[in-house]
Structure formats: structure tokens, C-alpha cells
T-cell receptor, first 113, second 112 residues
Framework: QQQVKQSPQSLIVQKGGIPIINCAYE??????FPWYQQFPGKGPALLIA???DVSEKKEGRFTISFNKSAKQFSLHIMDSQPGDSATYFC????????????WGAGTKLIIKP | NAGVTQTPKFRILKIGQSMTLQCTQD?????MYWYRQDPGMGLKLIYY???????DKGEVPNGYNVSRSTTEDFPLRLELAAPSQTSVYFC???????????FGQGTRLTVV
């Protein structure tokens, strides 16, 4: 019940395309859903996060869509650029677990020029 | 602003050896974490701390120990290294619960 399932494992998109990465969870008590971006040789860095009181959040070219009833959330990258090539992790947490993040397995995204 | 600093960046250990991975943060964060990252497996929480003198086990604590004597430092100790501990280790910190976690650059550890 504590798992976060992320798909796909890897994704290749042409520049300008809209990659979509999906995550699903089971614990309905989760109330914080961040996305982290990791470049090779670096630690993950927070990209964008959402709480379940909204269905969508945009920050620049990055959008989180949240479907509470389906227990799913996804990351969309508009007008993708080669510099967006990285590994993306979704995560979830809640107060009951002292906000320990439960991580998805990651998606390696490659944006082709 | 240095953020979260981890040392060393790389290390090769022989089976049975011990070592300490160092982690320091200069953001006055109460919460600190140690994760390991294995290919295709995401991040697994090893130990975490909610403040100086307080530590608790995460998902995969076996074979590791931690201490938190100051707000800034959160070292991770590996006793009797095993090949299964070959991984990339990340230290992270956050101001409080439910907020952004800041990560160090990682330590790539190989046990042979």
C-alpha cells in the first residue's frame, strides 16, 4: 500500500514533443506529490509538487495533472528540449509516515534534437 | 551557499571493511535523510533524523548506522561492507515535514 508505481521506465521524445510520465499510488492518505529531476552525476532536485486539493499545477513548461479518484498523477513537459533529458522521479508522502517520501522507480527521459 | 555536501564522491571498499560517509548541510534544516539509489529501483530510505540526537530507521537500515550530534552533520556508517551495499548514496535535508528535500551530489560506493 506504500508503493508508488511509475511508468514508463524510459522514454524517447523528439524536441518540441510532450513527454508524459505517469505515477499511481494506493495509499489514499498521501497528501503531497512531488516530482524530482535528476541529471547524471547529480542528486535529485525538486521540480514541481502538488497537493490533492487541486487537479493541475503548472510551473513554466512543467505541468502536474492529478486525478484523486483514480489515484494517479502525471508530469507533462511542454515544448520539450534536449536539456530536459534527465531521470524523473515521482514521490508521495503524508503526515502519518512523518512525510517520508515514497519514491517511484524513475523514468529516464531522452529528448532528441 | 553550499547546501548539502557529501564526501567522498567515490569509494571502493573491500568486503568486510568499514567506512563513514559524511554529510553536512548549512541550511539549518531539522530533517536529514540517507538514501541509496540502485539502477531502476528509485531511492530507498536508509535512516532519517528529525533533529540533533534523534534518528530512526527507514526502509533498508540493515548494515548501516547513523548518528546526529549536531544539526549540520549526519554521517552514515557502514560496518562489515558487503557487495549488496554497492550503490549510490544520497544525503538530503529538509526544513520540515512535507517540504522540499535538498540532495547532495551523492557517493558512489563499490564493494568488491
Amino acid at each position: 500500500q506504500q508503493q508508488v508505481k511509475q511508468s514508463p521506465q524510459s522514454l524517447i521524445v523528439q524536441k518540441g514533443g510532450i513527454p508524459i510520465i505517469n505515477c499511481a499510488y494506493e495509499n489514499t492518505a498521501f497528501d503531497y506529490f512531488p516530482w524530482y529531476q535528476q541529471f547524471p552525476g547529480k542528486g535529485p532536485a525538486l521540480l514541481i509538487a502538488i497537493r490533492p486539493d487541486v487537479s493541475e499545477k503548472k510551473e513554466g513548461r512543467f505541468t502536474i495533472s492529478f486525478n484523486k479518484s483514480a489515484k494517479q498523477f502525471s508530469l507533462h513537459i511542454m515544448d520539450s528540449q534536449p536539456g530536459d533529458s534527465a531521470t524523473y522521479f515521482c514521490a508521495a508522502s503524508n503526515m502519518d509516515s512523518n512525510y517520508q517520501l515514497i519514491w517511484g522507480a524513475g523514468t529516464k527521459l531522452i529528448i532528441k534534437p | 551557499n553550499a547546501g548539502v555536501t557529501q564526501t567522498p564522491k567515490f569509494r571502493i571498499l573491500k568486503i568486510g571493511q568499514s567506512m563513514t560517509l559524511q554529510c553536512t548541510q548549512d541550511m539549518n534544516h531539522n530533517y536529514m535523510y540517507w538514501y541509496r539509489q540502485d539502477p531502476g529501483m528509485g531511492l530507498k530510505l536508509i535512516y532519517y533524523s528529525v533533529g540533533a540526537g534523534i534518528t530512526d530507521k527507514g526502509e533498508v537500515p540493515n548494515g548501516y548506522n547513523v548518528s546526529r550530534s549536531t544539526t549540520e552533520d549526519f554521517p552514515l556508517r557502514l560496518e562489515l561492507a558487503a557487495p549488496s551495499q554497492t550503490s549510490v548514496y544520497f544525503c538530503a535535508s529538509s526544513y520540515g515535514t512535507g517540504g522540499e528535500a535538498f540532495f547532495g551530489q551523492g557517493t558512489r560506493l563499490t564493494v568488491v
